[in-house]
């Protein structure tokens, strides 16, 4: 039960998360905490596929949507019982350090490079993410970074520093500007500064308040997006509800969660591809 948390854990389940209880379920007691990236959350993928866990199998599902760096460090002090984050290789990490029993694949989608249709850059069209992200760079355009250390953030921290050789948060400039923000909120920045912006395609598509921006660049194979989900590992973690835990996870790759991930549309335009029978994903 949520009550038996260390109270700083209660409390950022209670203001960060969106909780589906229905009257049965409530009476039982049966729930779980889960650490999400974001992007599951802004997508509006939660609230398609909770509710059909928890008619499914009478288990409430309390969401801590935060960057998946977050995510992670909350489960390494124990404070929720699955991750379910994108950062492949932090998630990798985390099971190294014994917070993680084991990492399943579930889904994956895209990144998008999004920028105003001005486009002060001249990025428009691109097909080579870098490349558009050096332009930007040059022409010191505006360009607007979670910088909370979420999976979107480090893949964005991969392309510069990586593919271009460019420690970007030893950047001088005011053209540089990290808000330390969800996904949404930081596309709201983007929409009001005339910036450029790097997001998971499903949160661009699920975004109400576009404005003028739109997709820059897309389809470059850096830009592939893989989620994944991790039981917070009961032999570290006592208090982990690992029966529980491990029957969401049992859905969300099972033929029916995978399915219900593929309905999963808006305006007929799929958010999310499952893949967990893939077992290099």
Same mark, same amino acid.
């Given at each position: 039960?949520?009550?038996?948390?260390?109270?700083?854990?209660?409390?950022?389940?209670?203001?960060?998360?969106?909780?589906?209880?229905?009257?049965?379920?409530?009476?039982?007691?049966?729930?779980?905490?889960?650490?999400?990236?974001?992007?599951?959350?802004?997508? @509006?993928?939660?609230?398609?596929?909770? %509710?059909?866990?928890?008619?499914?199998?009478?288990?409430?599902?309390?969401?801590?949507?935060?960057?998946?760096?977050?995510?992670?460090?909350?489960? $390494? $002090?124990?404070?929720?019982?699955?991750?379910?984050?994108?950062?492949?290789?932090?998630?990798?990490?985390?099971?190294?350090?014994?917070?993680?029993?084991?990492?399943?694949?579930?889904?994956? #989608?895209?990144?998008? &490079?999004?920028?105003?249709?001005?486009?002060?850059?001249?990025?428009?069209?691109?097909?080579?993410?870098?490349?558009?992200?050096?332009?930007?760079?040059?022409?010191?355009?505006?360009?607007?970074? $979670?910088?909370? #250390?979420?999976?979107?953030?480090?893949?964005?921290?991969?392309?510069?520093?990586?593919?271009?050789?460019?420690?970007?948060?030893?950047?001088?400039?005011?053209?540089?500007?990290?808000?330390? $923000?969800?996904?949404?909120?930081? &596309?709201?920045?983007?929409?009001?500064?005339?910036?450029?912006?790097?997001?998971?395609?499903?949160?661009?598509?699920?975004?109400?308040?576009?404005?003028?921006?739109?997709?820059?660049?897309?389809?470059?194979?850096?830009?592939? #997006?893989?989620?994944?989900?991790? &039981?917070?590992?009961?032999?570290?973690?006592? #208090?982990?509800?690992?029966?529980?835990?491990?029957?969401?996870?049992?859905?969300?790759?099972? %033929?029916?969660?995978?399915?219900?991930?593929?309905?999963?549309?808006?305006? @007929?335009?799929?958010?999310?591809?499952?893949?967990?029978?893939?077992?290099?994903?």
């Amino acid at each position: 039960m949520l009550s038996q948390r260390n109270p700083i854990f209660v409390f950022i389940a209670a203001f960060c998360s969106a909780v589906f209880l229905a009257g049965p379920v409530l009476a039982q007691g049966k729930s779980i905490v889960v650490a999400s990236t974001t992007s599951a959350k802004d997508s @509006g993928l939660f609230d398609h596929l909770l %509710p059909l866990f928890t008619l499914k199998t009478g288990i409430a599902v309390n969401v801590a949507a935060l960057g998946s760096g977050q995510a992670f460090d909350t489960a $390494r $002090r124990g404070g929720v019982d699955v991750v379910f984050a994108h950062a492949k290789t932090a998630g990798q990490q985390f099971i190294v350090e014994g917070h993680g029993v084991k990492r399943y694949p579930v889904m994956y #989608n895209d990144f998008v &490079l999004i920028g105003p249709k001005s486009d002060p850059a001249g990025i428009k069209g691109m097909n080579d993410v870098a490349a558009a992200l050096k332009a930007i760079r040059d022409q010191q355009t505006t360009f607007i970074s $979670r910088g909370d #250390n979420s999976g979107t953030h480090l893949a964005e921290l991969a392309l510069w520093n990586k593919d271009l050789g460019i420690n970007i948060q030893e950047e001088d400039g005011p053209w540089y500007r990290s808000v330390e $923000r969800g996904m949404k909120a930081t &596309l709201h920045v983007a929409r009001t500064s005339g910036g450029y912006v790097l997001s998971d395609r499903g949160t661009w598509i699920y975004f109400k308040n576009k404005g003028d921006l739109e997709i820059m660049v897309e389809g470059d194979k850096r830009m592939f #997006n893989q989620y994944a989900v991790i &039981l917070v590992n009961p032999d570290k973690h006592p #208090n982990v509800k690992k029966d529980l835990g491990r029957q969401f996870i049992d859905w969300l790759v099972s %033929p029916e969660g995978q399915k219900a991930i593929a309905d999963y549309k808006i305006n @007929g335009e799929q958010l999310f591809y499952p893949n967990a029978s893939d077992p290099n994903a």
